[in-house]
């Protein structure tokens, strides 16, 4: 059963435009959570994450936000950038506990220019 | 700096053969992982080592073996390959067990089993 979810398969936004990614997780031990990005023939590569202490963290064009009493987060970009049409992949940990990282199927976002 | 090298990037097999994937960091990490991408399933962790001479189950791990063989390498067996492991698989390495830290991911291999 998977433990982190995101819904949505794909996004297509224009440029410019805010693209919003969303993930929600079940297991209540998750404290630490990531986004990755990946692009075609490339592993995935961290972007940003947010320790469950915050319910925010923001870097540049990236602002991911936490909603522990919903079990869900999200991704904000901001503006949307051609470059950034990738595979976004939320995770999560439960970084006191256990050395896992679990997570959700992915999301397709396409920037439209 | 290489980071998480995975070798081979492609790979074809016939049913019943075996193959050992390997994999490589040199950022001194102490947890090592193993995952597999499937269209729809996203990453799912087949296994992990949580530091040298330490190795778990992860979500799906039938069908597969793996070795700590140090602190920088860590290999994934396929002992009979079934066409059900067609896959991308990735290696990944992580500092360890401390809040706030990524995993850090190879460039992956694609493997397909006919």
């Known amino acids: 059963d998977q433990q982190v979810k995101q819904n949505s398969p794909s996004l297509s936004v224009q440029e410019g435009r805010i693209s919003i990614l969303n993930c929600d997780y079940t297991?209540?031990?998750?404290?630490?959570f990531l986004w990755y990005k990946k692009y075609p023939a490339e592993g995935p590569t961290f972007l940003i994450s947010?320790?469950?202490?915050?319910d925010k963290n923001e870097d540049g064009r990236f602002t991911v936000f936490l909603n522990k009493s919903a079990k869900h987060l999200s991704l904000h970009i901001v503006p949307s950038q051609p470059g950034d049409s990738a595979v976004y992949f939320c995770?999560?940990?439960?970084?006191?506990?256990?050395?896992?990282?679990?997570f959700g199927a992915g999301t397709t976002v396409t920037v439209r220019a | 700096n290489a980071g998480v090298t995975q070798t081979p990037k492609f790979q074809v097999l016939k049913t019943g053969q075996s193959m050992t994937l390997q994999c490589a960091q040199d950022?001194?990490?102490?947890?090592m992982y193993w995952y597999r991408q499937d269209p729809g399933m996203g990453l799912r962790l087949i296994y992990y080592s949580a530091s040298e001479g330490t190795t778990d189950k992860g979500e799906v791990p039938n069908g597969y073996n793996v070795s700590r063989l140090n602190k920088r390498e860590f290999s994934l067996r396929l002992e009979s390959a079934a066409p059900s492991q067609t896959s991308v698989y990735f290696c990944?390495?992580?500092?360890?067990?401390?809040?706030?830290?990524?995993?850090?991911f190879g460039q992956g291999t694609r493997l397909t089993v006919v």
């Open positions: 950022m001194n990490h102490n947890s």
């Open positions: 947010i320790s469950s202490i915050k």
């Open positions: 990944a390495s992580r500092v360890g067990q401390a809040p706030n830290t990524e995993a850090f």
């Open positions: 995770a999560a940990a439960a970084s006191l506990t256990d050395y896992k990282l679990s």
């Open positions: 297991n209540s031990m998750f404290d630490y």
